[in-house]
């Protein structure tokens, strides 16, 4: 990357060398981005600095408006034609008019939506709990009923025709069985990083028809699987990688001979250069945005060309066949044009709440389809009168989980492997009616039966089969398996981590995969049980980990739409923010029922009663697990407001774990560490021995500060010295400093267990029962990297730990 003297980047070079250009006006805010073929992208911005134009890559002219919020209220595109978007008080989409249709919302106070009408009126209606998870789903159908636990895991599912899943947990919150309504089961074991090593499909007599057996590399990589079908006939594959975890070879054996073996190379860019299938050879080129321009095998030479921006435009085959693809001004496929005329159209609209463009309808020369959507889900799909022709249960989940297809008046019932891939489906009997072979990349080697099915490559988590096109619909984007890449540019464009903008999974579709069609490579080994933690206090952690990535992704979407010119919807990532805020919110009230002492209850009721009383406070749940000598603390403020947010961050040393957390601050740089700063050390150290030796468990907090009183010459002296207020309910001594001082790499022999980590900061705490040094990596204003170490005092045996200072006593409550 190439950045100017105020820090904008103005160029990003690929590993082919290839450059990509972005200017910028007056006020530094992006206004084009140029690839390395000169096809250059144009924005523009009202005088709130919100993009107001869009001129793509082909000429396409599209406008946005806003209303005094800040809210996107109009889009116009060059056809005349416009999306418009009316918003009740709090930003929350009620209406939505497409070109497509109108679809109508209602919202609970909670913002939950309770109703959706679409513009074929069909109606979907919703209930939930008081934690918030869905209870009903309602349509012309019937209702599906849905029951959680106490862990806010989905445990049965009844659908409209009254057919039950029964879904069962782990002690580690994961997934372990799942019983079907025809009988069947599934059962999963996994390794201590939580992977996936054996499923068992077994039928409603419990004897197995699919066994699938998994091994992994130390970077949890796929290496292996051992497959056992009902005939006892043994399947074998081996894969193995390059070391950036590109899928380099796959071979696949029966009773342990090899019948076939693919191997795989790569440009330095990821672009696949060849693949060979046995001693079948494939070789590719591409231009220098990384557009695949021709494929060559034994058959001859397949080319393909592009619009400008980046979009496939046409196959030609080399007995001279061509193929041509129509796209939308959002750069989705709308047409398909086959030879001998065939000719299929689609239609897209923003289905839901996030106002994301997805898949309305389906026209082909068999008919037209329409598709109802539950959130990123097709749950309906109906015909050109409006009758329906398939319904689909799901567990409630961002993407897919799909459990069966109900057709014609009979049920058909999926089974899955590892990486979410159909392998096998049976009927309302539990007899086996099809069967999936895939390789790697997902092409269909070998398959039985005949019952119509979409879902099958990454079925379980919602990846559409277009026969047309021999293409999988993933929601924003077109897969196409044998091209082993997508056929347009990433919507998020280099956000997604990649410089090629084409390539899945970053080549590894044994182990990965991209539910969204826009997830950067880092990110897209969706966790299909995401409810996985070792520990119960991990599944809180999992949930704040995720909530600082979304915010993080929040913002810096928001910053590339201006910086590239995408105008990129992050409501559905806001969707996700609120999921995760209601599940800490459950988690809090869980811990608190269960784990929480007398003790500490009615210190937590105080500071619940004590924030009721100020307005604009937070509420704080106040608990604790007990782990060992080990007492971890769980504070959880109003989810929406992210400065009451707790910030934690586990580290997992065999089988202890360890609780802390930081508050998003930006810190002062190259501050060395005095004698001052020591003095203040050791004095609050004293202070808490002397605590303890009391069996105090709060400080009084002007006492506190009485004890300290280096730490007014610290502030004097510039360092950030903070002492824990009342309000927030915690007394400690937090100094930022520059690890990387020569300072305080000289004073490390004072500090116990003081580790250095790169150039990151280090939050220097000092507190009750622990000495211990913090290291924060930070993006922009987001921690990304948190780790710690400390020495637990002898003979403590409770010690409280605050998202506010790791090892800081409460203060105590007023007389």
Not at 209 to 229: C, H, I, K
Not at 504 to 528: F, H, I, K, L, W
């Amino acid at each position: 990357s190439v950045y100017d003297p105020v820090g904008l980047q103005t160029a990003l070079v690929d590993a082919n060398a290839q450059r990509n250009t972005f200017l910028y006006d007056a006020a530094r805010q992006p206004i084009a981005r140029v690839n390395p073929l000169g096809q250059r992208t144009t924005m523009g911005y009202d005088a709130a600095g919100q993009q107001d134009l869009r001129i793509d890559a082909r000429g396409n002219r599209t406008t946005y408006v806003y209303d005094l919020a800040g809210q996107q209220v109009q889009r116009h595109y060059p056809n005349g034609t416009r999306t418009t978007w009316t918003y009740d008080p709090v930003g929350n989409p009620l209406v939505i008019e497409a070109t497509a249709g109108t679809f109508t919302r209602t919202f609970d106070s909670l913002n939950e939506v309770v109703q959706l009408v679409w513009p074929t009126d069909d109606v979907l209606t919703w209930t939930y709990d008081a934690a918030g998870n869905r209870r009903t789903r309602v349509t012309e159908q019937g209702t599906t009923t849905y029951t959680f636990d106490a862990n806010a895991q989905l445990t049965q599912l009844v659908n409209e025709h009254a057919e039950v899943t029964t879904f069962v947990y782990g002690p580690s919150g994961r997934e372990i069985e799942k019983w079907l309504d025809n009988g069947t089961r599934t059962s999963l074991t996994y390794d201590p990083a939580g992977q996936i090593t054996t499923i068992v499909q077994a039928d409603d007599s419990g004897s197995p028809f699919l066994t699938l057996e998994y091994q992994y590399d130390g970077v949890g990589n796929r290496t292996s699987l051992l497959e056992t079908d009902a005939l006892s006939a043994q399947q074998s594959t081996l894969w193995s990688y390059d070391s950036t975890s590109q899928l380099v070879s796959e071979a696949k054996g029966v009773d342990s001979v090899e019948v076939s073996r693919t191997t795989f190379v790569y440009d330095p860019v990821g672009n696949r250069l060849l693949r060979e299938v046995d001693s079948d050879l494939t070789t590719s080129t591409y231009d220098a945005a990384n557009r695949l321009l021709t494929a060559e095998e034994l058959s001859g030479i397949t080319t393909y060309t592009y619009d400008a921006d980046g979009n496939q435009r046409s196959i030609e085959t080399p007995v001279g066949d061509v193929t041509t693809y129509t796209w939308s001004y959002e750069n989705q496929l709308i047409g398909v044009e086959q030879p001998d005329d065939v000719v299929t159209t689609y239609a897209y609209a923003p289905v839901n709440r996030n106002s994301d463009e997805l898949r309305l309808s389906k026209e082909t020369d068999a008919g037209t389809v329409q598709f109802v959507w539950d959130n990123q889900n097709i749950i309906r799909e109906l015909d050109e009168t409006g009758l329906v022709e398939t319904e689909y249960t799901l567990n409630p989940q961002p993407y897919g989980d799909l459990v069966s297809q109900h057709r014609e008046a009979e049920s058909t019932f999926y089974h899955f492997d590892a990486l979410g891939s159909t392998r096998v489906l049976t009927d309302g009997n539990a007899v086996e009616t099809d069967t999936y072979v895939y390789a790697a990349f997902g092409q269909l080697e070998s398959s039985t039966g005949s019952t119509p099915n979409q879902f099958t490559y990454v079925g379980e988590l919602g990846y559409y089969f277009d026969e047309e096109t021999g293409d999988f619909y993933i929601r924003h984007r077109q897969y196409r398996p044998d091209q082993n890449r997508f056929t347009s540019e990433d919507p998020i464009l280099f956000a997604s981590g990649t410089t090629g903008l084409y390539e899945y999974v970053g080549n590894n579709p044994v182990t990965g995969v991209d539910p969204s069609g826009t997830e950067p490579p880092a990110q897209v080994s969706y966790n299909r049980n995401e409810k996985e933690s070792e520990h119960p206090f991990l599944l809180a952690l999992s949930h704040q980990i995720e909530i600082n990535r979304i915010r993080a992704e929040i913002k810096d979407r928001q910053a590339k739409s201006r910086f590239w010119g995408i105008h990129y919807s992050t409501s559905k990532l806001q969707l996700e923010l609120d999921r995760h805020y209601r599940a800490l919110d459950k988690l809090a009230k869980k811990y608190r029922d269960t784990f929480v002492l007398p003790e500490q209850k009615n210190y937590g009721d105080w500071w619940n009663a004590f924030y009721s009383t100020h307005p604009g406070l937070s509420p704080l749940l106040v608990s604790a697990i007990k782990d060992g000598s080990i007492s971890l603390e769980f504070v959880r403020g109003n989810a929406r407001n992210p400065d009451a947010i707790a910030k934690m961050v586990v580290e997992h040393f065999g089988e202890k774990y360890f609780l802390s957390s930081v508050d998003i601050t930006r810190v002062y740089e190259n501050i060395p560490v005095t004698e001052d700063l020591l003095s203040a050390w050791r004095a609050w150290a004293n202070a808490a021995k002397a605590a303890l030796s009391q069996s105090t468990y709060c400080f009084d907090h002007a006492e506190a500060i009485g004890k300290l009183p280096e730490t007014k010459q610290l502030e004097r002296a510039g360092y950030s010295v903070s002492i824990g207020d009342p309000y927030k309910g915690h007394y400690g001594l937090y100094v930022w400093v520059n690890p990387t001082s020569p300072d305080v790499l000289a004073a490390a022999k004072d500090i116990p267990r003081y580790v250095t980590v790169g150039r990151s900061w280090a939050v220097f705490h000092v507190g009750s029962g622990y000495n211990s040094v913090h290291h924060t990596t930070w993006d922009g204003d987001f921690p990304i990297k948190i780790s710690f170490s400390g020495d637990h005092l002898t003979g403590i045996q409770e010690s409280w730990f605050s998202v506010f200072g790791f090892g800081s006593y409460p203060v105590c409550p007023p007389n």
